[in-house]
Structures are given as C-alpha cells and as structure tokens.
C-alpha cells in the first residue's frame, strides 16, 4: 500500500493559521502551535464580540434617545409607546439619528407621539 503523505495539505492548513497570526506577539506569530490556539481563541472572542456590539450600540442609541427625550420634558417609554400607537415605523437607530441631527424632526415625532397617547 502506498505511504500518504500530507504535505501538501498540511503545508497549506500551516500557511493559513500562521496567515490569521500576523501581529500577534513573539511566539504567537512565530511559532505553529501557539499560533493556532491564539488564532482560535481570537476568532472566539472575534464571534462574542460580533454580537455584543449589536447589543452595545442599540444601549447608545437608546441613551442618546433618551437624553432627547428629557430635554423636551417627556419619557422615552412614553415616546416609543406613543410612536407604536401611531403605527410609526422607525427604529432606534434613526430616531438616535433624528434626535442628534435634526432636532425639528425629533421635535414632530414626539409630537406625534403625545398626540397618539392623549
């Protein structure tokens, strides 16, 4: 029976690990085995972190919205529910947006907003 051989194999799944280690730190870069549990570990905490800024930015958003809302003596609770009751689709995203950007925007939604709750 013919020896298999992974050379070819081997040398490429190398070259990939050590490709993903460029920038890391002494033998990290250098040497394979460091390489690939570092390698793994970044692509963990690469896939937690994915999603904890989704999470991170929609805290901001709100915090931004919420400030907005303050400064026109209104709550945002009250905001999105009033926005909701108006069948105003828009997300948080936007209205943190509109509330940094165009204040008379934000102004006409809040408007909206106590219009649809009164």
Do not use: P
Not at 6 to 23: D, F, S
Not at 84 to 112: G, H, P, Q, S, Y
């Amino acid at each position: 029976m013919v020896r298999a051989k992974t050379n070819v194999a081997r040398h490429r799944r190398v070259k990939r690990v050590m490709k993903r280690a460029e920038g890391f730190f002494q033998g990290r870069r250098k040497l394979y085995r460091q390489a690939l549990e570092t390698v793994e570990r970044a692509e963990q905490y690469a896939w937690r972190d994915r999603r904890a800024k989704k999470r991170d930015f929609r805290r901001l958003w709100i915090v931004r919205i919420s400030a907005a809302c303050k400064e026109r003596a209104f709550a945002y609770s009250r905001l999105i529910q009033g926005l909701k009751k108006a069948n105003v689709v828009i997300d948080r995203k936007m209205l943190a947006d509109l509330a940094v950007a165009d204040a008379a925007a934000f102004d006409r939604l809040v408007e909206t907003a106590k219009g649809a709750l009164a």
